[in-house]
């Protein structure tokens, strides 16, 4: 088998519910970076109730108003054990917003209801009265400058068994109280930047396709990919307003 002929299976979660921020953006430029590397992409959608496919290579999911983490609440605990298996298997997986939220202990909403998560991220969240807003600039050892645009009420804050993503350059980020933006365990990527995330971001979008061709394959050798149009609008994203 060629390397243009070895799939990857992306697995969107929840689409129908949690798909509100251009989250399909997100999905869609990682086809496009995998197929870029010489592999062949395979996108499966989950919502509740589907049959929970045998092989995942990737893992995208997105964010959604309150009442649609009420909707998914029950499914996504129902799928939570095999999620936690695929997570410390070390299957690579990025969740914006709300599912970022779920993926933690729990989020209390600004109503008081307590949707319970399922810890991937040692995280806690509470919902707020205002909304944070507008575009974000975020630093990390790993990524170097990550770039896009936040909007949630949601306030995360990361537990002593969880690394930050990026410290906030410009924006708020997971809360009100300190720099921090996002969250890391092994491979799985929280974060509360839209936008959509990877098309700005093409170095996330590598992790992503890396971790998944050594998970599967043992290998992983990358194309050499002229970036310069994303680096470009990066730099147009970074320099917009708040």
């Not at 992306?10 to 197929?35: C, E, F, H, T």
């Not at 995208?60 to 499914?75: A, L, M, N, T």
Request: aromatic share 6%.
């Amino acid at each position: 088998m060629t390397r243009n002929e070895r799939p990857l299976t992306i697995l969107q979660l929840y689409p129908r519910d949690m798909n509100i921020y251009g989250d399909w953006g997100n999905v869609l430029s990682l086809s496009r970076r995998a197929r870029r590397h010489g592999y062949a992409p395979r996108l499966v959608d989950y919502n509740p109730g589907d049959a929970f496919p045998e092989e995942v290579d990737i893992l995208v999911g997105g964010g959604g108003q309150d009442s649609g983490q009420s909707v998914i609440q029950e499914d996504l605990h129902a799928i939570a054990p095999r999620l936690r298996r695929l997570a410390e298997d070390g299957a690579p997986m990025l969740v914006i917003c709300g599912l970022y939220q779920l993926f933690g202990h729990d989020f209390t909403t600004v109503d008081g209801e307590v949707l319970r998560g399922i810890g991937i991220f040692d995280a806690h969240t509470v919902g707020g009265r205002e909304r944070l807003i507008g575009n974000i600039v975020t630093e990390s050892e790993e990524f170097g400058r990550i770039v896009g645009y936040e909007n949630h009420s949601g306030l995360t804050t990361l537990g002593p068994d969880v690394q930050r993503l990026g410290t906030v350059v410009k924006g708020e980020g997971n809360n009100l109280e300190d720099d921090h933006e996002g969250a890391r365990h092994r491979n799985v990527i929280g974060s509360y930047l839209h936008g959509s995330l990877l098309p700005k971001n093409p170095r996330i979008s590598d992790f992503l396709v890396e971790a998944a061709a050594r998970r599967r394959y043992g290998d992983f050798a990358p194309a050499e990919i002229d970036d310069s149009l994303a680096e470009r609008a990066r730099e147009v994203a970074a320099g917009r307003p708040r």
